[in-house]
């Protein structure tokens, strides 16, 4: 297991391109799951954010025919997720839906894992959705 110097202190990126579908939304979390713990970093909470915002790539920002790029961070007791999609112009928004809707929590729960999340527009026609969350410090045994 690393140490807390070496967690803070060592970057780590992992990118890939996935079909904007279901399966691909399963792949991205199945692969952040794996490289969070290829590097030694918690992965639950990182699991189900990527879980949302690939779903939501998929199922709000899909063009056929055009892949989602997801980007994985590990850095300086942060993890950040990134989810960039081609519909740059359909941004997602925070909602807060009644008891009988069965949808539109995904966001809530990204809220209330991360330490931030936002949108990035651009470049054209594309949007990235991201979200950080702090990595806790590992103890040294």
């Known amino acids: 297991m690393e140490t807390e110097t070496q967690l803070h202190a060592t970057a780590r990126q992992f990118t890939v ?6 399966r691909g939304a399963r792949l991205a979390r199945l692969l952040a799951t794996e490289q969070l713990r290829t590097w030694g970093v918690p992965f639950e909470a990182a699991a189900h954010v990527v879980a949302e915002l ?3 790539a998929v ?3 899909r063009v056929p025919g ?3 790029r997801f980007t994985l ?6 993890i950040r997720i990134e989810v960039t999609d081609t519909r740059g112009e359909r941004v997602p928004e925070l909602r807060h839906p009644g008891d009988e809707e069965e949808a539109g ?3 809530q729960l990204v809220e209330a894992l991360a330490a931030r999340w936002g949108v990035t527009p651009g470049p054209a026609p594309r ?3 991201w979200a950080e969350l702090s990595v806790p410090r590992a103890r040294v045994n």
């Open 73 to 78: 961070l590990a850095t300086h007791g942060v």
């Open 17 to 22: 391109l996935l079909s904007a579908t279901p």
């Open 127 to 129: 949007k990235t959705t």
């Open 59 to 61: 199922t709000h920002g």
């Open 105 to 107: 929590r995904g966001l």
């Open 54 to 56: 690939a779903a939501n």
């Open 66 to 68: 055009r892949d989602f």
